[in-house]
Each structure stands twice: as C-alpha cells, then as structure tokens.
C-alpha cells in the first residue's frame, strides 16, 4: 500500500496493515461459509450456529462500515441487531448445554440407595427415624394389669 505522506507515521501504517490483513481473512472466511453448497445435509444445531455466524458477521461488518465512515453505529439499528444476535447465540449455547452437559440421574442406582437402606430420615425434632416397623408402638405396652 502506498500511504503518501504517512508513510513515516509507524503506528498508522501498522494499524491499517493489521486492518487489511482482518478484512482478508473475514472475506475469506465469509466466502467459505456462503459458498457452503452442503447446508442441508446439516443438522439443525449446525444450521443455527451457521445462521447465527453469518447474521454476526454480517451485522458486525456493516458496523464497522458505519464506523469508518465516521457515523455512530451506537445510534443505528444495527446496534439492537448485533444485540439480537448476540442473545439467539446465548439461547443456542444454553440448549446445547441443556441437552449435553446437565446432570442425569441414574434410576436404578438411586433405586438401589432406597432399597437397602442408605438414606437417613430425620422427624419434626431432628431424631432420626429408624425403619418404618420399629415406629410402631403396641398399644397394650403401656397398661399395667391389676390381679
């Protein structure tokens, strides 16, 4: 690139050289995803994370257009896009790790538990209640007979 007078200001240079190497590669890396001809073989989860970085990339680009062009992207539209954007990826992450990573609970592990015993019951006062047979009383315990 030739920069004319501000080809001496290192910092300049340097900053539009990194500009132009990003372009370069957002370009690249967009021409890869539109061109993708295999979309429909896609999964459904595949698909969204597809949709959602196009609809970023794009939204963010045209951000940068505006800001270039010196205009407050802050009071343009696009901003309440990008934050659309930005919540449809959080949603998506938050299925993904909804139906991936939750905790899932081993039925028959806990029926083992309850089956044997291994769980400790505590009453109203905090004694621990014994088994279910012992808590009966025979009524006839307590009467003291007179012959």
Known sequence: MDFGELRKDVNFTNTVNNFSNALDKIEKSLTTAVEFKDFDELSTQERVKMDNYLAYAINSLYWMHLKLRGDDPNEHGIKNELSRVR??????KQIYERNTIRPVLDKAAAGRFIKHGLHVRFDENGERIRDCSSNK?????DVVMNT
């Open 87 to 92: 919540q449809t990826i959080l949603r998506d």
């Open 137 to 141: 009383t025979n009524d006839n315990d």
